[in-house]
């Protein structure tokens, strides 16, 4: 989709550098890698605030939203299950429907979720308390120093146009050691996987990756949480969420894509425990770090 707005240049969120290399070319700008630290990023791009209005604005409907949820049912309840000691108030930063609150909620959290979204932003007020949610980016909603137990980012840093500026936010809200959990796409694998599809084999696979802002790995996930003074960081292979909720495939059926996403995760693990977790090669990568 083309969006008739000016795209602006941005410098690496990690090192603050412009030397980049291009990676791949969209409508919606560059996919570039910094040549100091080898970070993936969009440039030019939209502006933060054209980005946050196109967020704010996009539709969605209930049964996309039934999808989702079911499909990450699991692994919410896997990410509730590792915090557990940390039980308290809980953040979830870009919460959407709420519904992974309101795992935590009937878990004995208190939870709390920042959502810009119009559409989710509703469906949570109605899932949580009114005074749970907030209408607002991280940074605005100005909560308290030291006030949070915990707070998760679930497939939301590489969506922010600032990442290391939300996880010094987190830092200041979070208690001294307090948890900071995030899921996002693997972004050395996307990258691979667009380029090899990019030519549509056998047109199998027609849109072969979904790129947002930013790509992580674990390389640029520890310099990125070590300079916004995180500490205990431990970067590991995402567990698989069910199904194929993004529709990725064209014409393999529903059956054989879990059973691809499973074949490769197990692969993915096999390689992680060999090389001791210095290799991991998974479509996304889960993140627990502690405030020092």
């Not at 199904?243 to 064209?250: C, E, I, V």
Request: charged residues 25%; aromatic residues 12%; proline residues 3%.
């Amino acid at each position: 989709m083309k969006y008739p707005l000016s795209l602006i240049g941005v410098p690496c969120n990690i090192c603050n550098l412009k030397a980049e290399e291009i990676i791949m070319k969209t409508d919606l700008g560059n996919i570039v890698r910094c040549k100091n630290c080898g970070l993936f990023y969009r440039s030019p791009r939209l502006s933060d605030e054209d980005e946050i209005s196109r967020y704010k604005n996009l539709g969605y409907d209930d049964a996309y939203c039934e999808i989702l949820d079911r499909s990450r049912k699991d692994l919410y309840l896997a990410v509730l299950e590792d915090i557990e000691a940390y039980k308290g108030k809980l953040l979830d930063v870009g919460c959407a429907d709420g519904y992974f609150l309101g795992l935590a909620q009937k878990r004995g959290w208190e939870p709390y979720g920042v959502e810009i979204s119009d559409f989710y932003l509703e469906k949570a007020k109605k899932n949580l308390s009114k005074k749970s949610v907030f209408s607002v980016p991280l940074k605005i909603a100005k909560f308290p120093s030291d006030f949070f137990d915990a707070v998760t980012l679930l497939d939301v840093l590489d969506h922010l146009g600032d990442p290391r500026g939300e996880l010094e936010e987190i830092g200041r809200i979070l208690k001294k050691k307090g948890m900071l959990i995030a899921r996002v796409r693997n972004g050395a694998f996307h990258v691979f996987l667009d380029q090899l599809f990019k030519k549509n084999v056998f047109g199998i696979i027609p849109v072969s990756t979904v790129f947002h802002l930013y790509g992580f790995d674990r390389h640029t996930l520890n310099i990125l949480l070590k300079k916004a003074n995180f500490s205990n960081i431990r970067i590991e292979n995402s567990k698989l969420t069910g199904g194929n909720p993004y529709y990725q495939t064209k014409y393999l059926e529903r059956y054989m894509i879990n059973i691809i996403k499973r074949a490769y995760s197990a692969f993915a693990e096999v390689v992680s425990l060999l090389s001791r977790k210095n290799v991991l090669i998974s479509s996304s990568l889960m993140i627990y770090a502690k405030k020092k």
